[in-house]
């Protein structure tokens, strides 16, 4: 079967791709509020790029930006002192060297600091209120990625709220530590929304993760680093550019500029001692498979944790795929560095496995009117530059951070074994249910289906556990799976393309990110994952959620469906 690139497909139908951008689908963030830059605005140029292109190790020179007290983007909150007024907006900010950003922001104000896109860190038991007000000129909604909060907290596009109104939380966090987030939630403009900007951090504390944090001297910001990873486009002034042709919106987009905590071609400098990673694939669609290089070969380090938290016990490893949605947490292991050693994190090549190309003919006719229409949104001045494409293709090889040796210090903690305990879902009494993902025309099905905010596809009485099975359709890309409301296990992968078997660690073919809570699951083409969930809660009242890709186009593209829990 032919395996049709991104990149070959674009050759061809270069064309089709150009007719579409004239009828003004490829719009610029920037022209959305009228402010009269977007005119003329062009993607960067080859030279701009070359410094910025992530699979050059010599464009590594940015200060990484670290979570912080002072406020600012990333700075950290204490999610229980709340209320808090958390405010999306439009902000403007350096992300590329001497430029300034349109990009969107939630804004928390504490005492006399504005954070942006704040960390908020609260420990499990602990009630978090706060309340959003949308400045946006469109309707928006904040979800808690990965909580298990009732569907009125889950922020289900039901709940989307218009420019000017506000909407309030309040719930008790009943999650085990880990890092979870939040973003929009409004259908069709998740992921447009998403990729301007708006998304945080939540980390949940518990005794498991405080005794971690003793036992590794692991400090938020200085030895335990989040890292946002996002891949974006940019004009050559340093706007975002969203590009929305049918394309697009069928495969996901995917920038070819990488953001790590909204810095492009980071540094860190640190010191030979243990670090913690806690990585979150923030991107619309680029799956990664991070692994760790030093001179060329690969390091081992180790997976301590997933969606939901920490796993059992520590795992070596070598990569892990993370798709969008997913968080890994890691542990580095420097000890044996030296001054002056350097070691990369990078995103190894990878088969993007974009199979749907070839179940597509000779694709003369996709349908126009569908998705892409949508991203005007609230756009008067739509850029008529041509769509901009990718020049990173899916599955490239590239580097995200760079780490540099300061200098050797004593260090003469170690790395436990056990982390925390993870009790197996008891599936003895498990209902099963059979979900398949596919696609038709341009458009992506659940079930056959595509999403409708009045139709629930299942109902499921509160307190049972199903066995999901979740087959992808062979002509498919990869489905990031993302379930609303609860955390789930994974039992089972089949039919798993050789990228992934290499990494299996059991003989159900699971991966190591499969042994720990997952809210997001990614499945490739022609694969079935089975995934176990406890449908119990506290919560009063039928609860509706949502599961959907977490391919954020997909999702917008009605790649979701809602289910009541009654
Ligand atoms: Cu992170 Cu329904 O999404
Ligand atoms: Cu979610
Ligand atoms: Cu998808």
């Known amino acids: 079967m032919r395996n049709i690139s991104r990149r070959d497909f674009t050759r061809y139908a270069g064309a ?19 402010n009269g830059k977007a005119g003329g605005a062009r993607p960067l140029s080859s030279d701009q790029y070359n410094k910025l292109d992530p699979r050059n190790a010599g464009n590594f020179t940015m200060a990484l930006r670290l979570p912080g007290t002072e406020g600012g983007l990333l700075g950290v909150i204490d999610a229980a002192a709340g209320p808090f007024e958390v405010v999306a907006r439009r902000q403007s900010m350096e992300v590329l060297p001497g430029k300034a950003t349109d990009l969107l922001a939630y804004e928390v104000k504490t005492g006399d600091k504005a954070h942006l896109n704040p960390v908020f860190s609260i420990k499990r038991g602990a009630t978090l209120a706060a309340r959003l007000a949308n400045v946006l000129e469109e309707p928006t909604i904040v979800h808690w990625h990965g909580l298990h909060v009732d569907w009125r907290n889950d922020g289900h596009p039901s709940y989307a709220i218009g420019n000017g109104a506000t909407y309030e939380y309040r719930f008790t966090v009943q999650n085990r ?84 905590n ?53 795992r070596q490893v070598e990569e892990v795929f993370v798709a969008p949605a997913e968080r890994v947490d890691l542990l580095v292991d420097l000890r044996s560095m030296n001054a002056g050693d350097t070691v990369f994190l990078k995103s190894r090549s990878f088969d993007p496995m974009h199979m749907e ?9 996709p349908q126009s009117g569908g998705h892409g229409g949508g991203h005007g949104g609230t756009g008067g001045n739509a850029t008529q530059t041509a769509t901009p494409t990718s020049r990173l293709p899916d599955g490239a090889d590239f580097y995200l951070l760079k780490l540099t040796v300061r200098r050797r210090i004593a260090y003469d903690l170690s790395i436990p074994l056990e982390l925390s305990s993870f009790t197996p879902i008891d599936t003895k009494a498990a209902t099963p249910r059979a979900i398949n993902l596919s696609a038709s025309g341009m458009r992506w099905l659940i079930n056959g289906v595509q999403f409708d905010q009045a139709r629930e596809l299942f109902r499921i009485r509160t307190g049972t556990v199903e066995i999901w099975e979740i087959a992808n359709a062979t002509l498919s890309m990869p489905h990031p799976m993302h379930l609303h409301g609860f955390q789930f296990q994974v039992l089972e992968r089949r039919n798993s393309p050789a990228q992934v078997r290499e990494g299996g660690v059991d003989e159900h073919g699971r991966t ?55």
């Open 16 to 34: 089709l791709t150009l007719a579409l951008a004239m009828g003004g689908v490829g719009a610029s963030l920037s022209g959305c509020g009228g």
């Open 177 to 260: 530590a880990g890092t979870y987030w939040y973003h929009p939630h409004p259908h069709g403009q998740t992921a447009r929304q998403a990729y301007g900007g708006l998304a945080g951090l939540l980390i949940v504390e518990d005794e498991d993760e405080l005794r971690l944090r003793e036992r590794l001297d692991l400090r938020m910001g200085v030895t335990d680093i989040p890292l946002v990873i996002q891949d974006r486009l940019f004009d050559d002034r340093g706007n975002l550019v969203y590009p929305s042709s049918p394309m697009d919106a069928f495969q996901g987009v995917i920038g070819d500029v990488i953001l790590v």
């Open 262 to 314: 909204g810095t492009p071609s980071p540094v860190l400098e640190v010191e030979s001692r243990v670090y913690r990673f806690r990585v979150l694939n923030g991107s619309n669609a680029r799956v990664l498979r991070l692994s760790l290089a030093k001179d060329g070969n690969r390091l081992p380090f180790y997976l301590i944790g997933t969606d939901g938290g920490l796993l059992a016990q520590r």
């Open 357 to 365: 190309m070839a179940g597509m003919g000779d694709m003369t006719t």
């Open 512 to 566: 190591a990110t499969d042994l720990g809570w997952k809210d997001t699951v990614l499945i490739w083409p022609g694969e079935t994952v089975k995934i176990a969930i406890d449908f119990s809660h506290q919560f009063t009242g039928d609860q509706l959620y949502t599961f959907h890709c977490h391919n954020l186009e997909h999702e917008d593209g009605g790649m979701m469906i809602n289910y009541r829990v009654v």
